[in-house]
């Protein structure tokens, strides 16, 4: 096992494109570290960095005690699982499991051992005679991480190796991931764009954006205190809900928006250094959908927003009420990119809604809403979030305070 160190790392490819910014980053010995961001962001190319599939600009790579910098892949002492499984479809799972040891002229004996020991680990022992072809998705990427395990290297370095799996079968491979992390303890960096998968399997989570650090913190942490509006956007799914508002202070701290006043507990305001120099001014105010309930079932001290429900969406356990408030969609840069998909923008649906701001409320399942009704919601006001409407950080994050008073980097 190793720690992983980044520091000051940069990649600038041809044409001065950077896909790596200053990217500094400690993975700690036995931690499982996530990259996430949107399409671009630099997560693909930080793991790459790390395996020295790529070659750095600038800064210093340090696996364990040794600088790698100028060190190829194979002598990294790291393995690697891709997204494709690239397996040899001419070789049994067990000759694809030895292969790589056989390269290295590991001893056969060793070698039986740690197939044996992998296979096992990995429920492959029955399919050690077939071939890739006769082997479902699942447990083709099984064989793809027992070919890393067997290597018993310092690090594990995965790259989406989940994504061409089905959603039902995601979900087990993360089970099992998460059991193989805690038996081996192998510190591993996993790169991925579904946030769930970046949730339940971190111990930390790195946010990255245009190749920069965001926030790298626990997943609970990210949801609960995001140090800008791009990380507040990016995580958490259905994702957060922004409006510019009012921050006024008559009859009790309180922020006022698209014909709404939701109080605003007056220790929020003591705990969030800096908010209270924001009285008479706009911020940018965001409420998670999960910060929403049918007033009717929740808590009867929480605010309340008389809305019409435009869309319902039922899924078993929640309802997901979609709805529009009077006031423009925010326009800020962090809002738009981590709201970005591969598929493309979102202004087929600003459209749509006539340049008023579409908004998403999680309620209990056993709630009465229906389209096209009226709901009043209960807003828990101890979970709002504000953000300043010019730098969009966080007002009284620590980190967004200490990011504030640096420097602006010189081009």
Same mark, same amino acid.
């Given at each position: ?15 001065g ?38 070659? +750095? ?11 790698? *910098?100028?060190?190829?892949p ?30 290295? #002229?590991?001893?056969?004996?060793e ?7 992998a ?10 005679? /077939? #071939?890739?072809?006769?082997?479902s ?7 793809a ?45 996993y ?6 998968e ?50 006024? /202070? ?20 003591? *705990?969030?250094?800096?908010?209270? *120099?924001?009285?008479?001014? #706009? ?6 959908? $999960? ?9 009867? *001290? ?37 709201a ?42 101890h ?10 950080? $966080? ?5 967004? +305070?200490?990011?504030a ?7």
């Amino acid at each position: 096992m190793a720690k992983i160190t980044l520091e000051h790392v940069e990649k600038v490819y041809s044409g001065g494109v950077k896909a790596l910014d200053d990217l500094s980053l400690d993975v700690k010995d036995g931690e499982f570290m996530v990259l996430v961001g949107p399409s671009g962001c630099g997560k693909s190319t930080a793991l790459r960095s790390i395996a020295g599939l790529e070659e +750095i600009t600038a800064g210093k790579i340090t696996i364990g005690d040794r600088v790698v *910098n100028d060190l190829p892949p194979k002598d990294r002492d790291i393995a690697m699982v891709f997204q494709n499984y690239a397996l040899y479809p001419h070789m049994t799972v067990e000759q694809n499991l030895a292969f790589g040891l056989q390269l290295r #002229k590991t001893p056969k004996d060793e070698i039986k051992r740690r197939v044996g020991e992998a296979a096992k680990m990995l429920g492959l022992e029955q399919y050690l005679k /077939r #071939k890739p072809a006769a082997l479902s998705g699942g447990q083709r990427q099984r064989v793809a991480m027992g070919r890393a395990i067997v290597r018993e290297p310092q690090a594990f370095l995965m790259d989406e190796p989940l994504s061409n799996l089905d959603a039902k079968l995601r979900v087990s491979m993360r089970a099992s991931l998460n059991q193989l992390h805690d038996r081996l303890g192998v510190t591993t960096v996993y790169v991925t764009h579904d946030q769930v998968e970046a949730m339940t399997l971190g111990h930390r989570v790195c946010v990255l954006r245009d190749g920069r650090l965001q926030q790298v913190d626990t997943p609970q942490t990210l949801f609960e205190k995001p140090v800008n509006l791009f990380v507040a956007g990016f995580i958490g799914s259905p994702a957060m809900n922004f409006v510019t508002a009012d921050l006024t /202070r008559d009859d009790g701290p309180a922020v006022a928006f698209a014909g709404y006043r939701l109080s605003v507990p007056p220790e929020e305001i003591d *705990n969030s250094p800096g908010l209270s *120099n924001y009285f008479g001014k #706009k911020v940018i105010l965001g409420i998670r959908p $999960s910060d929403f309930e049918d007033a009717s079932l929740g808590d009867g *001290n929480w605010g309340k927003m008389q809305v019409t429900t435009n869309v319902t969406e039922e899924l078993g356990s929640e309802i997901h009420v979609i709805f529009t408030i009077d006031a423009p969609p925010v326009e800020h840069a962090s809002i738009t990119e981590a709201a970005k998909s591969d598929e493309g923008d979102d202004e087929t649906v600003a459209a749509l809604i006539g340049g008023k701001t579409l908004w998403t409320a999680r309620v209990s399942a056993r709630s009465r809403v229906r389209p096209g009704q009226p709901i009043e919601l209960g807003v828990d006001t101890h979970n709002l979030q504000f953000f300043d409407p010019d730098s969009g950080l $966080s007002i009284g994050h620590p980190a967004a +305070i200490a990011s504030a008073a640096e420097p602006e980097p010189v081009d």
